[in-house]
């Protein structure tokens, strides 16, 4: 369905996007039919029972008619799903709570983590970056029964195929934790509202299908805890990644999103484009603790493999001297600047380099750019460049 808010040039606009385009868009019901896999429809959301659909799942046929059912919730269904009971045993999550409440103990000790969250104050969550390597590298016996879950593996290759690549993030909101306000998610909604802007129309199409949102429940989740708000069927809406942050969309989101209670051992998967936010934690006594997966396809990457560090090293110098003797025209040095440094802030270690003046750390690009304009010297640029590079090291 498109909803008219694409500009002649093919890019989006915060203000042309369509709030009642969006409102027809979420007024969707859930067709059973769509879903015949599901247990249960809860508030446009299908729920799948995988003490009935887990034996499935070695069966090749069976195990893509249900992956290509969850595929077509997340593109042109709700964009949300849930597994019940993805985890039969759920003593392997306990092992791992374990383990987590002590790395954040040790790093809350070292003041190593929580320099910053995503779409919510530093400091009103407990959270573990790179909760996937921590605790492999802490409990590598209980990380391999953690992450030996078919259910979750299904749920992953559904959307985005085979070699996925997993990564995730420990988040731990206490009672009185604050909501986070209505976002979409990684890649394009990590962006400033500027930056997307600057993404062509069919970008903000393909930027959900790189990654997939999950969370798997450590502890039982009542609604007073503050489990996700959701919007179903608004991943549907091409433009979101510039409307979420208009103050009319989020209101919409506040008046129509829903919430899910969830047990432990569920886990809740959604496209990265459907409006969500954490709930608030209204409970007296619930340390609401989530893994929040985040799983990348396996072909987003560049053919070759290059030392751009270097590569920056080298040209700056003669950058340099192209801008002051005006040799190069501005538009002329950014795009030689563009085939050189790397332009993107992911992947990074976001213990050293995390998001504090926004969603992203600043760039290769960015930094290269700002160097010229400030007239670093080029010691400090090489110096600042290591320093940079040692931040995103895991």
């Known amino acids: 369905m498109k909803d008219h808010i694409e500009t002649k040039v093919g890019y989006f606009h915060p203000d042309a996007c369509d709030l009642s385009a969006f409102a027809k868009l979420i007024a969707q019901t859930v067709d059973p039919a769509t879903v015949p896999h599901a247990s249960d429809i809860q508030k446009n959301t299908p729920i799948y029972d995988m003490s009935l659909l887990r034996a499935s799942l070695d069966d090749t046929t069976m195990r893509r008619e249900i992956m290509a059912e969850w595929a077509g919730v997340l593109m042109n269904g709700a964009g949300v799903l849930v597994l019940r009971g993805a985890y039969a045993d759920t003593r392997v999550l306990d092992e791992a709570t374990s383990v987590y409440e002590t790395i954040i103990a040790t790093e809350k000790k070292l003041a190593s983590g929580g320099g910053g969250d995503h779409f919510a104050a530093s400091g009103s969550n407990d959270r573990i970056w790179n909760s996937l390597q921590k605790l492999c590298e802490a409990a590598p016996d209980v990380f391999l029964r953690y992450f030996a879950n078919t259910s979750i593996a299904a749920a992953c290759e559904a959307w985005l195929g085979p ?31 500027k930056v997307s802007a600057d993404y062509p129309a069919h970008v903000h199409d393909l930027s959900p299908a790189l990654t997939l949102q999950g969370a798997v429940a450590h502890c039982d989740m009542p609604i007073e805890s503050g489990p996700t708000k959701l919007l179903p069927f608004s991943q549907q809406y091409r433009a979101g990644y510039a409307a979420w942050r208009r103050d009319d969309f989020r209101a919409l989101f506040e008046e129509r999103h829903i919430q899910l209670p969830l047990a432990k051992g569920d886990a809740l998967f959604f496209n990265p484009g459907l409006f969500h936010a954490a709930g608030a934690n209204t409970s007296g006594d619930i340390h609401r603790m989530a893994n ?82 400030a007239g670093m010297t080029d010691q400090a640029f090489v110096d600042q460049l290591d320093q940079m590079a040692a931040n995103q090291r895991a």
């Open 292 to 373: 929040l997966l985040q799983v990348s396809s396996a072909i987003g990457r560049a053919m070759e493999t290059v030392d751009r560090q270097k590569m920056c090293k080298l040209l700056y110098p003669h950058a340099v001297r192209s801008h002051q003797s005006s040799t190069l025209s501005g538009a002329e040095l950014t795009a030689s600047i563009a085939a050189t440094a790397e332009g993107y802030s992911f992947p990074t270690n976001l213990d050293r380099d995390p998001p504090k003046a926004g969603l992203a750390p600043e760039t290769q690009q960015a930094f290269f750019a700002r160097a010229i304009a």
């Open 163 to 193: 070699n996925y690549q997993m990564t995730a993030q420990i988040n731990l909101v206490h009672p009185g934790g604050a909501a986070q306000q209505a976002h979409r998610d990684y890649h394009l909604g990590f962006q400033t509202a």
